[in-house]
């Protein structure tokens, strides 16, 4: 049952940390802007009859827990007297220690190390992946604050709710850390262990760690510390300061624009992880690309139940990938048949089937199965006014709605029933409507189309009534994309660099400027009610970018808004979605790549589908 391993202060072996095994909760969400309480506090696994365990009977946080101690070394061992729930995440944290150049514990050291899913017997070795060794340091510290930082609200309350998505994305997320280190070793990756066809930032990883690592191994912790605690606040420049440094890198993920040259400031002195930057970033998203499973021309992405993202991709004559929620390309990915041809949106159905809007040649409608990926009914599917589709969506009793971009009838929004039969007429529903671009669903079961040539957005009833009238509602400048929040607000993405919202009658609630927007393509709602927008360039010249709006329309992102080290020239970023981990996937049609901002989000329930049948849209799972 022995889970073992050294813990580090840099490359220095930390003597007298107290090493705590914890599992997170499933009875309550943590996570940036939620108190720490005793629903989502992490549980104590190590008990009393664990070798070497001792009882921390001090006033702090991990009062009444058991923890081992590593030696002069900086080696540890567990065993004997814990158990894990089957099933549930569980990591490693440890506080204190000194690296032999001290003769002090410094209390400020905290780290974190993530071992994931318990085994059925309830230990690490019993499972099917034993993890035998575990190396904590700075670096497993990032990947683990990063990974889980949509259910983190500290380093010792970390939890998700009860619910099954729930669960589900938690474990990705824990998952998520094995992308960025190596357990065994505590080395930041270069590419991703399930496929070499990835990026994945080592140098961001490292220049993060030695951040960490200036507070750990300072002779002088009190002023470094006291320096690092200040500038990663939980708020980002407001809150709580965090009182270690597992906490502070939580908070940094949290808030991954927040001054960003003070705490890169940190990382130049004396550096232990290599290779690191060797300037100053925009900010400090970890971001991974991906490249696997066919991916060249990806134009839009969507999260299923399992966190798997389905990608449509324009390259000729048209095909769709999948990958897992660590980017392993599934089912044989690249998927082709059913008349995919220059597929320009996807949707995944109640059933976990994924649908795909051809824009080509008139256009068509192609059912993927959610399992296999293998073509579903009849596909193509045409009929119903569909007429070079650009969006897709799916109303809560599972019919499937298409945009249509075509100017050659007047009847832009196609409804068709789960089984591909055509419910709208051979105009479609609308009449008015033209060069409709995007599609939403909102909790009504109502259809909203983004419409071009009016700059307008129209509203069609799950019968086809057209409820905005024939001008539509609002006024903006080349719409291209909106989702809804759990208000029933529709926000609206145009290239006038600014965001709009609208009530679920057409009434102005704001708009919204700042934060980066610039050319906007493609937007989406985060579990806290934020909406992320993708931005693309239009030059070519400079990387594509994010911008995040709080749900009261305040610019969360600076004017720079997120960028990476992935995100490189030629990007042109047109598709997004976020998963229930809280990680946030971009398609980048210019370079043939997938990107994914690891923890950058709260996460969201998915599919949209059943958010919208279930009124969670825009909720954690």
């Avoid at 410094?106 to 190390?113: F, V």
Wanted: aromatic share 8%; glycine share 14%.
């Amino acid at each position: 049952m022995a889970i073992q391993g050294r813990v580090y202060g840099g490359q220095a072996p930390l003597e007298g940390a107290q090493i705590y095994l914890l599992e997170a909760s499933i009875s309550a969400y943590g996570g940036p802007g939620i108190a720490a309480s005793a629903s989502n506090a992490s549980t104590s696994l190590i008990q009393s009859t664990a070798t070497g365990a001792t009882l921390d009977t001090s006033s702090g946080a991990t009062h009444g827990f058991y923890y081992v101690t590593s030696d002069v070394n900086g080696n540890w061992s567990i065993s004997g007297g814990y158990s894990c729930t089957q099933g549930e995440q569980v990591y490693l944290y440890t506080l204190g220690g000194g690296n032999g150049t001290t003769s002090y514990s410094n209390l400020s050291a905290g780290m974190l190390a993530a071992l994931g899913t318990c085994p059925a017997g309830g230990n690490f070795l019993s499972g099917p992946s034993p993890i035998p060794y575990v190396v904590i340091n700075e670096v497993s510290t990032i990947a683990t604050a990063y990974a889980f930082a949509g259910f983190a609200t500290d380093a010792l309350h970390v939890g998700t709710s009860g619910s099954l998505l729930g669960q589900a994305g938690l474990a990705n997320a824990f998952a998520n850390a094995t992308n960025l280190e190596t357990i065994s070793t505590g080395v930041a990756l270069a590419v991703t262990p399930g496929s070499s066809s990835s990026a994945v930032p080592q140098l961001e990883i490292n220049t993060l760690a030695n951040i960490l690592a200036a507070c750990v191994n300072s002779t002088t912790p009190y002023t470094l510390c006291s320096t690092l605690f200040s500038d990663a606040e939980s708020g980002g420049t407001t809150g709580t300061m965090p009182t270690d440094t597992a906490t502070a890198a939580i908070n940094m993920a949290h808030n991954p624009a927040a001054n960003v040259t003070p705490l890169y400031g940190l990382s130049i002195g004396t550096p232990p992880f290599a290779p690191a930057l060797t300037g100053q970033p925009n900010d400090f998203t970890i971001a991974l690309n991906f490249s696997g499973g066919g991916i060249s021309t990806p134009t839009a992405i969507a999260i299923d139940g399992t966190g798997d993202a389905w990608i449509a991709d324009e390259v000729n004559p048209g095909q769709v990938t999948e990958l897992s929620p660590l980017g392993v390309p599934k089912n044989g990915s690249p998927l082709t048949g059913g008349g995919l041809k220059t597929p320009d949106a996807v949707a995944i159905d109640l059933n976990g089937n994924a649908w795909i809007a051809n824009y080509y040649n008139a256009g068509s409608i192609t059912e993927l199965s959610g399992s296999t990926g293998a073509v579903m009914g009849s596909s193509p599917f045409t009929g119903g006014g569909v007429n070079e589709p650009n969006g897709i969506a799916i109303d809560p009793s599972d019919n499937v709605w298409t945009s249509n971009f075509g100017e050659s009838i007047m009847g832009n929004v196609s409804k068709l029933s789960n089984s591909g039969s055509a419910d709208s007429g051979s105009n479609g529903y609308g009449t008015g409507m033209e060069i409709n671009t995007a599609i939403a669903i909102d909790p009504g079961g109502n259809a909203w189309s983004t419409d071009l040539n009016f700059g307008s957005l129209d509203e069609v009833s799950n019968t086809g009534t057209l409820k905005s009238g024939v001008s539509g509602y609002g006024n903006f400048n080349n719409p291209t994309a909106l989702a809804f929040d759990s208000a029933s607000h529709v926000w609206v993405a145009t290239h006038g660099n600014n965001v709009k919202v609208l009530t679920d009658t057409g009434g102005a609630v704001g708009t919204y400027t700042g934060g980066g927007l610039r050319l906007s393509q493609a937007i989406a709602i985060d579990g806290a009610g934020n909406a992320w927008i993708e931005n693309t360039n239009a030059s070519l010249t400079t990387p594509g970018l994010l911008s995040e709006f709080s749900n009261g329309g305040t610019a969360i992102t600076p004017s720079t808004g997120y960028t990476s080290s992935t995100l490189i020239s030629n990007t042109t970023p047109v598709g997004m979605a976020i998963d229930g981990s809280g990680d946030v996937w971009v398609a980048n049609s210019g370079n043939s790549t997938v990107t994914e901002f690891i923890g950058a989000a709260v996460p969201v329930t998915t599919p949209l589908s059943y958010g919208v049948a279930n009124s969670l849209l825009g909720t954690r799972p």
